[in-house]
């Protein structure tokens, strides 16, 4: 779990791990210098499962989830975001998948959408036409040419650890595409497990890490990682694949950006 900040919702993200029917966890919670009292916070929670680690200097995004990756000692691995949720149940239909799968090196959960406040903005959202065990390059290839990460955020995921790179997994240059970055790799190493249960609540308010990457960037960023993956003949992803993928990539900014107003219009802070 990064945290910075992690101010009011870190208490509830953390009890959303505790409160799992799949108890054979560890949860680091990794502060990456956090100035408000959310260290206090983590360390009130009396539980020998929970280990909180702080950096003396502030890393950034990427640096943090990359030292969280570093303290990670399970089979498998999920990045919980500090102002998100786990779903009921979602770490036990998570690990079975992945034990009853050996090919699969990565499944992938629907996410509830949610406000600050904790307004419902969307019940169910992601993976799109993905579902059940899908070949990892023919879920990839899904994913590039309609321009949409359908896997989603790191709270919707579980990895197999030994299936990750071995280091620096998340690449701060993807910039928007952060979380893709790292499917795209995994899923030309084995299958994916499309689970169409919610997995995780994704919180969107306005000082969070999705609110601050704008229209521009999220076309150029997807242009950018189409295009690396289309030179790269493992993936199967052609010069095609890559152009389509950015006008989809496009389509979708547009819709982004019209969600955004729209909360805003009823509240969004």
């Not at 949720?85 to 998570?94: D, I, K, N, S, V």
């Not at 899908?134 to 896997?151: F, I, S």
């Not at 052609?238 to 909360?263: K, L």
């Amino acid at each position: 779990m990064p945290m910075y900040n992690g101010g009011p919702y870190i208490a509830a993200c953390i009890q959303s791990v505790i409160d799992q029917s799949f108890e054979d966890w560890a949860l680091y919670v990794v502060d990456d210098a956090s100035t408000d009292d959310s260290p206090q916070t983590v360390a009130a929670f009396d539980d020998p499962r929970i280990r909180l680690t702080r950096n003396p200097a502030n890393l950034g995004q990427a640096g943090n989830w990359n030292r969280c990756m570093e303290l990670a000692r399970g089979e498998y691995v999920k990045l919980l975001c500090a102002d998100d949720a786990l779903a009921p149940g979602c770490l036990h239909r998570q690990v079975s998948a992945l034990d009853e799968h050996p090919t699969a090196v990565i499944v992938a959960g629907l996410r509830r959408v949610i406000l600050s406040h904790g307004w419902v903005a969307k019940r169910r959202h992601g993976l799109g036409p993905l579902r059940g065990l899908v070949p990892g390059r023919d879920a990839l290839n899904t994913c590039v040419r309609d321009g949409v990460n359908y896997l989603g955020e790191p709270p919707a995921v579980l990895m197999r650890r030994d299936a990750l790179p071995s280091s620096h997994p998340w690449r701060p240059e993807a910039g928007y595409w952060l979380d893709f970055d790292l499917w795209a790799r995994l899923l030309t190493e084995g299958d994916l497990v499309a689970q169409h249960d919610v997995a995780a609540d994704f919180r969107v308010h306005a000082k969070s890490d999705s609110a601050a990457l704008f229209r521009d960037r999220q076309v150029d960023d997807a242009a950018a990682l189409f295009t690396r993956l289309a030179a790269d003949a493992t993936t199967g992803i052609s010069a095609q694949d890559a152009e389509a993928g950015v006008r989809g990539a496009t389509r979708a900014a547009r819709r982004r950006r019209n969600f955004y107003r729209a909360m805003a219009a009823v509240g969004f802070r």
